[in-house]
């Protein structure tokens, strides 16, 4: 076991579980999604971006490229939330303003699950070895 | 480019030391993501109150405000309320926090800027970088000691490009040091390793050439094979300093070897056939620009004293006893006089340098050298004294000392190389001096002074064919065009150029210094030493009808097309 592969794969793991805890729930419904889980979700992605730095290989690329992807959505996630909380409203979002946040989260999944995929691949190819 | 395969090396490392900042950064830059982050968190959850002291929570967008502004010390204060007493304990712990995550940063980043293999790796980057961006013809030089230094001078001073390879750190500063008028790249590596070779520009279209004058023969003889397999077009001029070396170096197809130590025989050879021949060579191989060295007396003939070191002292004799001289040959057993060849005076003694004519010391020991040359002064002071000086910071001891002829490794290799690159003509002709007896090579050195000033002057070759002298067609059957009205100035013929003709080869003949009554054909070929302005004169005498005719019959030839008429001449001046 290399634990260099454990804390990769957990916080790879992790970055996905909480966005796909943030995003469930109805789009346009604030009290469904809690802000919290999106700062923690900001930083795990934050975190696994940083693992990845570094890696010549061309799945290391990969890997890179979609953590930036899901990091940048997700601070376009937490902006916005901060931006509708802060300055458009006082506190509580609209269903509108809710669904955009959301569905930007929405987009970092998607990324996130790629990452995921990845992983997976990158096991499975190795233990056939 | 060869099709060889050549090792592709640059995506590999452009991109190297970026790289190893963002492997290097991981652990630091975590820390920094988690610190923040947990500061951020606990400061939203931590109940605070407003100015009313009513119970209020920060939030998150609040608490990262403050973190940012807290942990980059700039601080503005305690907003957007002043803080309860949980709050500012939850705050100080953050404070502390963040200070360690940014100086373990920070530190980690500065020790990687401090890296060796980092440095190493910004440094090949950008070495490939202007490698890469050459445009014009450049030499590989591998080596950076005594000789590569003199060579790339006056390579410098004629405007050629080259980079640098060498496995020391202070040689290659040292090319930065000496301050070259164009860039010159310098790697750090060694030059046996394929790679780095091909990163210096082995593979590059526009490398000219491969000059391998290292100090060890390996090298040498590892960049030789080298280059000769991987771009076979290339040509390749390698020191070498033993025989052995120089077979391998020649079955692998590299023809210019050069080998300091037999060259110092040659040199005594020439100089005891001709002093004149002997300064005339030095002349013409020396950098652009140079004075004609000084011309030494004619030799003594008699019996030669030599102190030589292995199978190097045998040559050394064997060159000289060709020269009908009598030699006595003395073996200095390691090249060192220490060690163990009984007490000095013995040394000198076994010598019988009493009565010489001359003594050389050729071991590859200076200061055995020095010593070798004192005593044999005192042991007669009327001989000749012959030294080899194997380094060149030496030079002084030996003037100081009093010796006659003495022959630096690092000049000869470096006026030998020059002159093939910069004259591969040269170098057919050089062969040819010593056997023209002394006074011919004392007038020619006379005349180029006189007619090309004190300086080297530039030597080239010309064809007079259709394509090189298009004006002179017509002219050239052998019976009408001198070589004396070729060589007229255009501005005024009734001057002659600047020019003095070296040779003249003819169907395979050679002709050494022809005279000017000579009658010139179609594809004769001349070499021709002189100054650049009467080389782009005569340039245009070759190419130019009108200054053709001018030079040549002292006719001005109108040049438009309308007078030519009312003077009845075709387009080249020759009448209708």
């Not at chain 1, 992807?69 to 916005?80: E, G, R």
């Not at chain 2, 060579?151 to 060498?166: E, P, Q, T």
């Not at chain 2, 200061?367 to 000749?384: G, K, Y």
């Amino acid at each position: 076991m290399n634990l260099e592969k454990v804390v990769f794969g957990f916080f790879v793991v992790l970055a996905a579980t909480l966005n796909f805890g943030f995003f469930i729930g109805d789009l346009g419904n604030p009290e469904l999604h809690s802000v919290y889980e999106l700062f923690a979700a900001v930083v795990v992605n934050l975190i696994a971006t940083v693992l990845k730095f570094g890696d010549r290989t061309q799945m290391g690329a990969v890997h890179l490229a979609t953590s930036l992807v899901a990091s940048l959505q997700l601070i376009a996630a937490a902006v916005t939330w901060t931006y509708a909380a802060n300055v458009l409203t006082n506190g509580v979002l609209t269903a509108e303003q809710t669904s955009a946040v959301v569905s930007l989260s929405g987009g970092a999944l998607f990324a996130n699950v790629v990452s995921v995929v990845l992983l997976v691949v990158e096991t499975v190819s190795f233990q056939r070895r | 480019m060869a099709s060889s395969p050549l090792p592709q090396l640059r995506p590999d490392l452009s991109s190297a030391g970026v790289f190893l900042v963002l492997r290097r950064m991981r652990i630091p830059l975590i820390v920094l993501i988690v610190i923040f982050a947990v500061s951020v968190l606990g400061l939203s959850l931590i109940p605070g109150q407003d100015a009313q002291g009513r119970p209020d929570r920060m939030g998150i967008f609040a608490s990262f405000y403050f973190m940012s502004y807290t942990a980059t010390t700039i601080g503005f204060g305690e907003l957007p309320h002043p803080f309860t007493a949980a709050q500012r304990m939850w705050v100080t712990l953050t404070i502390f926090l963040s200070v360690i995550g940014w100086a373990y940063a920070i530190g980690a980043l500065l020790s990687l800027m401090q890296d060796q293999a980092f440095r190493q790796a910004l440094a090949r980057r950008s070495f490939s970088q202007a490698v890469h961006r050459m445009r014009e013809p450049f030499l590989l030089l591998v080596g950076y000691g005594n000789a590569t230094k003199m060579l790339a001078r006056s390579l410098d001073d004629m405007g050629r490009r080259f980079v640098v390879i060498d496995h020391q750190d202070t040689r290659v500063s040292a090319v930065e040091l000496d301050a070259y008028r164009a860039d010159a790249p310098a790697l750090l590596g060694d030059a046996r390793d394929t790679a780095l070779l091909t990163l210096a520009g082995l593979g590059h279209g526009t490398c000219e050439g491969v000059v391998a004058l290292a100090g060890d023969d390996e090298t040498n003889l590892d960049v030789a094979m080298t280059t000769s397999l991987l771009r076979p077009d290339l040509p390749v001029i390698a020191r070498s300093s033993s025989r052995e070396v120089a077979e391998r170096m020649r079955a692998f197809h590299v023809q210019e070897v050069v080998n300091p130590l037999d060259r110092f025989g040659d040199h005594l050879r020439i100089l005891l056939r001709s002093p004149a021949a002997y300064q005339l060579m030095i002349w013409l191989t020396s950098a652009p620009g140079t004075p004609p060295p000084r011309r030494f007396e004619r030799l003594p003939h008699g019996r030669w004293v030599i102190y030589g070191h292995g199978r190097y002292g045998d040559e050394l004799s064997s060159d000289l006893r060709a020269e009908g001289l009598d030699v006595t040959l003395v073996h200095v057993a390691g090249g060192s006089i220490l060690a163990g060849e009984g007490d000095s005076a013995h040394v000198i003694e076994s010598g019988h340098v009493a009565d010489a004519v001359a003594f050389v010391a050729a071991t590859p020991n200076d200061t055995t050298n020095l010593w070798l040359v004192e005593a044999a002064r005192r042991a007669n002071p009327d001989a000749f004294l012959v030294a080899l000086q194997n380094r060149r910071a030496n030079a002084p001891l030996f003037t100081a000392i009093g010796v006659d002829f003495g022959l630096v490794p690092a000049e000869v290799i470096a006026h030998e190389v020059l002159a093939r690159l910069a004259n591969p003509v040269l170098m057919r002709f050089l062969p040819q001096v010593p056997h023209q007896g002394d006074k011919w090579a004392a007038d020619l050195v006379d005349r180029l002074v006189e007619t090309c000033g004190h300086g080297t002057p530039d030597l080239w070759r010309i064809r007079l064919s259709h394509d090189e002298a298009p004006a002179l067609e017509g002219r050239l059957d052998g019976t009408s065009l001198r070589l004396d009205d070729l060589l007229r100035d255009p501005a005024d013929r009734e001057h002659p150029l600047g020019i003095v003709p070296l040779a003249l080869l003819r169907e395979g003949e050679r002709t050494m210094t022809p005279g000017g009554e000579v009658l010139l054909r179609a594809e004769d070929q001349l070499l021709l030493a002189g100054r650049l302005r009467d080389r782009a004169a005569l340039g245009t005498t070759m190419t130019e009808g009108f200054t053709a005719s001018y030079v040549i019959d002292g006719i001005r030839v109108p040049s438009s097309w309308v007078w030519r008429r009312f003077a009845r001449l075709d387009s080249v001046g020759r009448p209708r």
